[in-house]
């Protein structure tokens, strides 16, 4: 079964971090780029940050450039989301997903496939 399963959510204060895990079971992640998206309540899903599949090309939101940092591991099949100088805007649940999109779209939403299930992030103090 293909499985997306995100980690490391929860309450941070302003100006804190953390730090997102994307891991897949049942295929591996190397032939695929991972999108990190992000829901906040009453808001649509948007991006946030996508990485390729070779980890060469990343595309950052304007909103979170120089604060956040994907990478991927494909030994360990995970895909990682540091996010630092947290901002109470950065409240959402966040969503990996892997596709298959061309580099020019690589954070297009609707290019990927497979979704996890989501984890809270809660920025408040």
């Known amino acids: 079964q293909l499985q997306l399963v995100e980690s490391g959510g929860g309450l941070v204060q302003p100006g804190g971090s953390l730090r997102l895990s994307c891991a897949a079971s049942g295929f591996t992640l190397d032939y695929y780029a991972i999108g990190w998206f992000r829901q906040a309540p009453g808001k649509e899903r948007e991006g946030v940050s996508c990485i390729s599949s070779s980890g060469g090309s990343t595309n950052y939101a304007d909103s979170v450039k120089g604060r956040f940092t994907i990478s991927r591991d494909n030994a360990k099949n995970t895909v990682y989301l540091q996010m630092n100088s947290l901002k109470p805007e950065d409240t959402a649940v966040y969503y990996c997903?892997?596709?298959?999109?061309?580099?020019?779209?690589?954070?297009?939403?609707?290019?990927?496939?497979?979704w996890g299930q989501g984890t809270q992030v809660t920025v408040s103090s």
């Open positions: 997903a892997a596709g298959q999109p061309a580099v020019q779209a690589m954070c297009v939403m609707g290019l990927y496939d497979y």
